[in-house]
Nanobody, 117 residues
């Protein structure tokens, strides 16, 4: 499976951005889709995930501000980010889990989100 992410950019504190990620290629067995982020000097961390059935999980730091959604027929996952803060600045990575007998994980190329104060 290949992942193409888009939607990053520069925004002021309090602004909004929407990230999108499209899966293509070997898309059979796609289960959980999600977003992770990595800030400079820090480890990659979970932002939000969504199961094929729509069950969501969020990092405490983004609850109430970010919303993850997916379109199963189009194999896309999106992240609506509102009320952005400087601490949200990071490279955001799309992540897809496939279950095809074994569990495999694929990462997208990353998209930069910068929030200015």
């Amino acid at each position: 499976v290949q992942l193409q992410a888009s939607g990053g950019g520069l925004v002021q504190t309090g602004g909004s951005l929407r990230l999108s990620c499209a899966a293509s290629g070997s898309i059979d067995g796609i289960n959980t889709m999600g977003w992770y982020r990595q800030a400079p000097g820090k480890q990659r961390e979970l932002v939000a995930t969504i199961s094929r059935g729509g069950r969501t999980t969020y990092a405490d730091s983004v609850k109430g501000r970010f919303t993850i959604s997916r379109h199963n027929a189009e194999n896309t996952v999106s992240l609506q980010m509102n009320n952005l803060k400087p601490e949200d600045t990071a490279v955001y990575y799309c992540n897809v889990q496939r279950i095809i007998g074994v569990i495999t994980t694929t990462w997208g190329q990353g998209t930069q989100v910068t929030v200015s104060s």
